[in-house]
C-alpha cells in the first residue's frame, strides 16, 4: 500500500516527484508548497478511485498529512 500512496502524492503534488519515500512519509500539509484546495480535491479523488473507497466529509478535512491519509485508508482496507 505503501507504494501506492506514494505515487499518488508524487503525482498530485509535483514537487514531491523527486523526494524519497520517507521523506514523503513525514510531509504534511503546511510544508507542501502546492497543497492547495484543487490538490486536496485531486487527492481525494485519487485515493478513491485507487484505493476503492469512500472517504465521509469528515476523513476528508483530517486528511491533512500523508501519514493520516495512510491511517485513514488502513482503517477502511482492513
Known amino acids: 500500500m505503501d507504494d501506492r ?6 503525482n498530485v ?7 524519497s ?3 514523503i512519509s513525514k510531509v504534511s500539509r503546511e510544508e ?8 486536496h480535491f485531486v487527492l481525494i ?3 478513491e478511485e485507487e484505493f476503492g473507497i469512500s472517504l465521509s466529509d469528515t476523513e476528508i478535512l483530517e ?3 500523508f501519514a493520516m491519509a495512510k491511517g485513514i485508508i488502513q482503517s ?3
Do not use: H
Not at 5 to 10: A, E, V, Y
Not at 32 to 39: F, G, R, Y
Open 5 to 10: 500512496l506514494l505515487n499518488i502524492f508524487r
Open 76 to 78: 477502511k482496507t482492513d
Open 32 to 39: 507542501v508548497e502546492t497543497w492547495d484546495s484543487m490538490n
Open 45 to 47: 479523488s485519487s485515493l
Open 13 to 19: 503534488f509535483l514537487d514531491l516527484a523527486d523526494k
Open 21 to 23: 519515500g520517507e521523506m
Open 63 to 65: 486528511i491533512n498529512s
